[in-house]
């Protein structure tokens, strides 16, 4: 199935006000691991085991792998989006730049803008000259796309997911731009 690859280099200040405008009762906040704790909160499954794991090895290309989190006070998150720096899946990142993915909404939730939100809060916080922000998403989805479109994203190409060494879950996106 075709992946769409889509980038941001730069915050428009204005989403970032009309994305918390819209969901203003959810607080963000950006999960770093530290000391024992190398996966997010409410977050569930083997891969963020192997991210985690991934990080405490020193296999991601810098040190910013990390998770926004959007709760309203004393509940659990509704919302939860991981941010990956490059390694072997995404050959066509540079060491400074960063994936957004493995995005979550509860159910009760979908369709409030949290989605969009995370994804602006991420690149406020982690920004950086010469970092580029990089969102994958299968072609069919179109919500996907219209939450990264809100976000201030551009389609930069389109490509594929290979298989490396007849492995899929080994495998790695490549782009046509």
Known sequence: MPVL??????LDPSLLSQARARCPDYEATLWR???GSIIPPAASGVAYHIYGAMHRLGLFANDDYSAMLLAKEGTPPAHISSVFPGFMRFPFMKPE???I????TAPEAAGSGLATRAIV???DRLEKPDRTFWYLTDAANAASCRVIEKAGFRLVGEGEKYPRLGVRALGYYDIRQ
């Open 5 to 10: 690859f889509y980038s941001s280099n730069k």
């Open 33 to 35: 691991p530290s000391g």
């Open 97 to 99: 730049d960063l994936q």
């Open 101 to 104: 993915g493995a995005t979550a």
């Open 121 to 123: 809060e991420i690149v």
